[in-house]
């Protein structure tokens, strides 16, 4: 019986991240659900599932570090948060958090603003509703790295599919599928019970600007 290869560490703080041998792209994978980011320097691969949540993959397209993250809502307006930032905290379920603190990490561990590039996806419509979180979503991270200055080099967002995302950090090559055989339910069940849980947990994390 072959044994697997055996995965590169992470780096600190990214342990908790669910990672594992991908056999079909023979590397090494981390799956990020939402409210999740990872960030890494090695040769691997990142994927997550997307309804109306949104992905942005950022990379460094000298040093090859990035990662991608996976929000639900765009803006948090919470004050007086305290606290050490957790990878799958309550408050990375906001854009507004899930985009510093990926941003931030990439950059200290050796990431260069001014070589930083950005594709984003989901921000699909699978719920009908007059008000689309899918599109909101996908305005607020158009709006931010426009702000910060990032150059959006490939996007794959709205539609009323979800979304699988494998994103290579190393190159900033991303690959994306759009389930449309998946049913709905499965995606929408998730978000709506995280959701539930952002309108019933305060929002802790401290973002420090780089």
């Known amino acids: 019986m072959n044994k697997l290869p055996k995965l590169q560490n992470a780096?600190?703080?990214f342990e908790s991240i669910n990672r594992y041998w991908?056999?079909?792209h023979e590397t090494n994978s981390a799956k990020i659900l939402p409210g999740e980011y990872y960030v890494t320097p090695h040769d691997e691969m990142i994927t997550t599932?997307?309804?109306s949540c949104v992905s942005a993959c950022i990379w460094d397209k000298v040093f090859g570090i990035g990662g991608m993250n996976h929000f639900m809502l765009p803006l948090s307006s919470g004050e007086g948060w305290a606290g050490a930032e957790d990878i799958a905290s309550t408050a990375n379920r906001y854009g507004n958090y899930?985009?510093?603190n990926l941003i931030n990490s990439i950059l200290s561990h050796g990431g260069h603003r001014k070589n930083l590039r950005v594709k984003i996806f989901g921000g699909a419509q699978?719920?009908?509703s007059a008000t689309s979180i899918g599109e909101r979503n996908v305005d607020f991270v158009r709006c931010y790295i426009e702000k910060e200055g990032i150059p959006l080099v490939a996007e794959d967002v709205g539609s009323i599919y979800p979304r699988k995302v494998v994103f290579f950090p190393k190159n900033g090559r991303a690959r994306v599928k759009k389930l449309k055989h998946l049913h709905n339910d499965v995606v929408v069940t998730?978000?709506?019970a995280y959701q539930k849980d952002l309108e019933q947990e305060p929002v802790q994390g401290d973002i420090e600007l780089f």
Do not use: S
Request: no cysteine.
């Open 98 to 100: 899930a985009m510093e």
């Open 190 to 192: 998730r978000e709506q």
């Open 126 to 128: 699978i719920i009908n």
């Open 11 to 13: 780096l600190p703080g």
């Open 49 to 51: 599932v997307l309804g």
């Open 22 to 24: 991908d056999r079909q």
